[in-house]
């Protein structure tokens, strides 16, 4: 059985990270077989590392049930020339007179990460064992509409334009044995395909984090759209970092903060109604509990009141 993909999208700041976190080790406590990947350029390693983790470069295995990628920038550049750098120099090769750098141009540019990650996650879901895959993404959204617009690129790439591609590849796999630029793009948009099929599927579960105010309610809202427009469901709306009646007791500063969040967790219900639910996760402060009390706390209170139970 394949493991159910919980990803969780947002602007920075929102505390994505911290959450993603907490609920994979709760996950793993309660005895699920559970990967935890992160892109965050800043991940909680003091986290990590208070944990009995053994790294094999950007993986660690912790204890029996948790596993950890590590998806820094240069890591999923590198795993990106791994599988798509010769098909990429072998199309545009066969278009423009280019050398090889060309692979490395394509894979820095913007969005190709994003996109990968998301062919990743795929695979890792097709091919691991575990019951949850906890995808921390720093994708607000759009890395979907590229690749939309991608497969959208290669099916409607113009007949001649194809039939150069066939020509000139049939000659080159005579001359030299090389791969049909035509079959390598027609590749490219399967995979495409699939992986917009895949984000679709029962097999993924979409939750959206924001902090309530203003701007968060914005992105929020952008990310929301992205997401349906194609056909992802999202599951719910999660806002954190929510002052709670106990840290406004500890701290009688915050009290007109929390009249400012109030006002626009409102704004964030009646924007959401009938579309996704919304759940709260309370800001801790660290001064005033043990770290590991508050990860414990936040990974509990997201299986039960966002999640809503476990498989």
Not at 279 to 305: D, P, T
Request: glycine fraction near 8%.
């Amino acid at each position: 059985m394949s493991p159910t993909v919980l990803s969780f999208w947002g602007k920075g700041g929102v505390g994505k990270t911290t959450l993603t976190f907490s609920l994979s080790l709760e996950l793993a406590l309660r005895g699920k077989k559970t990967i935890y990947l992160t892109t965050d350029p800043t991940p909680p390693l003091p986290y990590w590392g208070s944990k009995d983790c053994d790294w094999r470069e950007y993986k660690a295995k912790c204890g029996d049930n948790l596993e950890l990628y590590l998806m820094s920038e240069k890591i999923v550049r590198e795993l990106w020339i791994k599988k798509f750098g010769e098909e990429v120099y072998e199309v545009a090769s066969s278009i423009f007179p280019v050398e090889r750098e060309v692979i490395d141009y394509v894979a820095g540019a913007p969005g190709i990460a994003d996109e990968f990650l998301m062919y990743f996650v795929q695979n890792l879901c097709r091919n691991e064992t575990a019951d949850y895959i906890v995808w921390d993404t720093t994708a607000a959204g759009g890395s979907i509409r590229l690749i939309r617009l991608e497969k959208e690129f290669y099916e409607h790439l113009g007949q001649a334009s194809k039939m150069y591609l066939k020509i000139k590849g049939t000659l080159e796999k005579i001359r030299r044995g090389k791969k049909d630029p035509a079959e390598l793009i027609d590749s490219w948009r399967k995979i495409a395909e699939e992986v917009l099929s895949f984000l679709s599927s029962s097999s993924h579960k979409a939750y959206i984090v924001s902090i309530p105010d203003y701007y968060g309610l914005q992105v929020t809202s952008s990310i929301y759209e992205e997401l349906t427009m194609n056909k992802i469901n999202v599951e719910k709306v999660i806002l954190n970092m929510v002052f709670g009646e106990e840290v406004q007791k500890e701290c009688k500063e915050i009290g007109n903060m929390a009249r400012e969040q109030k006002k626009y967790i409102q704004e964030f219900f009646k924007k959401f109604e009938g579309k996704a639910d919304i759940c709260m996760v309370n800001y801790y402060f660290e001064e005033l509990q043990k770290e590991s009390h508050i990860l414990e706390e936040i990974g509990k209170r997201i299986i039960e009141s966002c999640i809503g139970g476990l498989q």
